[in-house]
């Protein structure tokens, strides 16, 4: 499985970014999608999580009611709409996949996604 990202970039505070995942290899819907973030000097941190077929989506707290996660199974590509950016946002955002053996597990914690792309540098300015 190989996962490219890729939308990153500068924007000011307010702003709106999308990010995309392409998604390489074994059929898509047989994986479970997520995003992660990391800022500098802290550790990778979940930001928002889908199903394999899209049917179920989860967010961490910090970016509810402003992020949307989404997926295009016939794209192999899955999305982050960021609206309403903030300086605390700025990180480098990764995508992670996990097998649907995984259902059940932590949708949460980086260790449960053995995939990752090599990320995307978002950078919001005040």
């Known amino acids: 499985v190989r996962l490219v990202e890729s939308g990153g970039g500068l924007v000011q505070a307010g702003a709106s970014l999308k990010l995309s995942c392409a998604e390489s290899?074994?059929?898509?819907?047989?994986?479970?999608m997520a995003w992660f973030r990391q800022a500098p000097g802290k550790a990778r941190v979940f930001v928002s999580f889908?199903?394999?077929?899209?049917?179920?989506?989860s967010y961490a707290d910090s970016v509810k009611g402003r992020f949307a996660i989404s997926r295009d199974i016939a794209k192999n590509t899955v999305y982050l709409q960021m609206n309403s950016l903030k300086v605390e946002d700025a990180a480098v955002y990764y995508c992670?996949?996990?097998?649907?053996?995984?259902?059940?597990?932590?949708?949460?914690?980086?260790?449960?996604?053995?995939?990752w792309g090599q990320g995307t540098q978002v950078t919001v300015s005040s």
């Open positions: 992670a996949a996990r097998p649907i053996s995984f259902t059940g597990h932590s949708t949460t914690f980086p260790s449960y996604y053995p995939y």
């Open positions: 290899g074994p059929t898509s819907t047989n994986f479970e």
């Open positions: 889908i199903g394999s077929r899209g049917e179920h989506a």
